[in-house]
């Protein structure tokens, strides 16, 4: 079963400032199945990114997804004030475990 | 608007059973398939069933395996999950999504599960 290892854990980072996020498969993956989720406090998650760097609809293009293999990245560019919450990343039926994205 | 309602969570004893429901709007139900999701309290999210457009094909996490049915009524535009056996464990918000694959584009709100000794 494919493990998918998030990193950092917490991200620190302030409006306007670029964010990276990590995603490592535990083994080589499609980047056809490859998501990127947000979710804020209270609400569901939403869909950012599918096929590793596809943004869904609606998405801000400051959002974007790349990466291939094991090694997958999800950037953000310019961080909005409301761009602060968790962002999960999902393979088939595994998700990540997650990385917090907070205001510094 | 794509909408998802879930509804059904509650408080329920360990070893209970639980109905959870999810009606469907603005999209063609029966061309989607559908998943649920969850989250424990503080928790990140777990998968835990796939069900394909026409039923012909039916996923579970192997934590809920023998316990959770996935269902659906296309007629009806609802999605179901019957929880038998429920377990401290299985304490969450629950969240339908439709799927592209295994990806979920739209997520309902979730209805909350919470099985008590």
């Known amino acids: 079963e494919i493990v998918l290892t998030q990193s950092p854990g917490t991200l620190s980072l302030s409006p306007g400032e670029r964010a990276t996020l990590s995603c490592r498969a535990s083994q080589s993956v499609s980047s056809s199945y490859l998501a990127w989720y947000q979710q804020k406090p209270g609400q569901a998650p939403r869909l950012l990114i599918y096929g590793a760097s596809s943004r869904a609809t609606g998405i801000p293009d400051r959002f974007s997804g790349s990466g291939s293999g094991t090694d997958f990245t999800l950037t953000i560019s310019r961080l909005e004030p409301e761009d602060f919450a968790v962002y999960y990343c999902q393979k088939w039926s595994t998700f990540g475990q997650g990385t917090r994205l907070e205001i510094k | 608007e794509v909408q998802l309602v879930e509804s059904g969570g509650g408080l329920v004893q360990r070893g209970g059973s639980l109905r959870l429901s999810c009606a469907a709007s603005?999209?063609?139900?029966?061309?989607?398939?559908m998943n649920w999701v969850r989250q424990a309290p503080g928790k990140g999210l777990e998968w835990v069933s796939y069900i394909s457009s026409s039923n012909s094909t039916i996923y579970y996490a192997d934590s809920v395996k023998g316990r959770f049915t996935i269902s659906r009524d296309n007629a009806k535009n609802s999605l179901y999950l019957q929880m038998n056996s429920l377990r401290d464990e299985d304490t969450a918000v629950y969240y339908c999504?439709?799927?592209?694959?295994?990806?979920?584009?739209?997520w309902g709100q979730g209805t909350l599960v919470t099985v008590s000794s």
């Open positions: 999504a439709r799927a592209l694959a295994m990806i979920q584009d739209y």
């Open positions: 603005g999209f063609s139900f029966s061309s989607y398939s």
